[in-house]
């Protein structure tokens, strides 16, 4: 009986890090695979994120966020949840209102845009990947 509650406590245990990793992997873009000791993917995942995120910006791309009313509201919700995939970036950009401003007539913009939508995206499948190894998923 005692070896089911050892058992039970350390996939508990394995969880809540796991849950932790995840958190991390998604705040900070490479936290988690850099937690696992996974450097290489750490640099490889966490670089394209940054990368994608800062060449973004530079190409005169903006974040998304709710600001209209009705139905022109959830037309913004699903390029703003993308965006948020880069974590604490995005929220640093909200906080000093970097990158939130239309930047149309810019011949870059839409190239920019793509750049931190994929961002955010490749964000959330890098913590899902951190995730899984800290749960012992994957290897």
Not at 50 to 77: I, Y
Not at 87 to 102: H, K, M, R, S
Request: net charge positive.
């Amino acid at each position: 009986m005692s070896d089911k509650v050892v058992t039970k406590n350390r996939s508990e245990s394995a969880g809540s890090r796991a849950w932790a990793i995840g958190l991390g992997a998604w705040a900070v873009p490479g936290l988690g695979h850099l937690i696992l000791g996974r450097w290489q993917r750490a640099l490889l995942s966490g670089g394209a994120v940054w990368g994608m995120f800062l060449l973004g910006l530079r190409l005169g791309g903006h974040l998304f966020h709710v600001t209209d009313q009705g139905f022109a509201a959830l037309l913004q919700l699903l390029p703003m949840s993308a965006n948020v995939g880069s974590g604490l970036l995005y929220f640093f950009c909200f906080v000093t209102n970097i990158g939130f401003a239309e930047q149309a007539q810019r011949v870059t913009y839409e190239y920019g845009n793509t750049f931190l939508l994929v961002a955010g995206l490749l964000n959330y499948l890098c913590m899902l990947d951190a995730f899984d190894i800290a749960a012992g998923r994957k290897q």
